[in-house]
């Protein structure tokens, strides 16, 4: 069984600063899932990603396969930006493990 | 594209009653997945599917949590009696299958509280 750990659980930022949230996880993955849940509930995929960095607007993930480690990155953070962020990672036959989140609240 | 549809969004029962929950997934999308997720904590898999078969219920409490896949489409999540642990949101996905890894579509969810 996998083990994934998020750090830190809890983030409290001034809009505008630089945010990154950490990912670890125990045993080799065929790919990472990086998640966003509103207060609502609501959970809205961000990046999927296997190796190297991805980038959207103002969010960035990187993965480190051999340190079995990765990085959400979020610049110029606002309060819209304050929601709870889940990593999961994958496995053949789209099997997913969570992380227990990072609840990041970003004050105007 | 539509999303994953769920009903109900809420349900409120006392312990020792019955449950269900009802999912659709995207069209198209071969595997599905039951979660719950208690709150603070991340989504917990209970039952996954491929088509209409079940991959992965390793962590369903088959004592009182049920699933089936009729067709290989909609799902229902029935929960036979309910205890006050069971009190969570339970969150259906899908996703595209293939030979390599495609992401998760989520629903809105359903949250239970058990009295």
């Known amino acids: 069984k996998n083990e994934v750990e998020q750090s830190p659980q809890n983030l409290t930022a001034q809009e505008g600063e630089f945010i990154t949230i950490n990912c670890s996880y125990s045993?080799?993955?065929?790919?990472l899932h990086w998640l966003q849940q509103h207060p609502g509930g609501g959970i809205v995929s961000l990046f999927m990603?296997?190796?190297g960095k991805k980038k959207h607007g103002r969010l960035i993930a990187t993965i480190n396969i051999q340190e079995k480690h990765s990085s959400l990155h979020i610049t110029a953070s606002h309060p819209r930006d304050s929601a709870v962020y889940l990593c999961?990672?994958?496995?053949?036959?789209?099997?997913?493990?969570f992380g227990s989140g990072t609840k990041l609240n970003v004050k105007p | 594209e539509a999303g994953v549809a769920q009903s109900p969004r809420y349900k409120i029962i006392e312990k020792r009653q019955s449950v269900a929950f009802w999912c659709n997934p995207i069209?198209?999308?071969?595997?599905l997945y039951w979660y719950q997720q208690i709150l603070g904590q991340g989504p917990k898999l209970l039952i996954q599917f491929q088509n209409n078969g079940v991959v992965d219920d390793s962590q369903l409490p088959k004592d009182r949590f049920s699933a089936e896949r009729l067709k290989g489409v909609d799902s229902t999540l029935k929960i036979q009696p309910a205890k006050l642990e069971d009190s969570a949101v339970y969150l259906c996905?899908?996703?595209?299958?293939?030979?390599?890894?495609?992401?998760?579509?989520f629903g809105p969810g359903t949250r239970l509280t058990v009295l």
């Open positions: 990603l296997s190796s």
């Open positions: 999961a990672v994958g496995y053949n036959f789209n099997k997913f493990y």
């Open positions: 045993v080799g993955i065929s790919a």
């Open positions: 069209s198209g999308h071969a595997t």
């Open positions: 996905a899908s996703s595209f299958s293939g030979r390599i890894l495609h992401e998760q579509f």
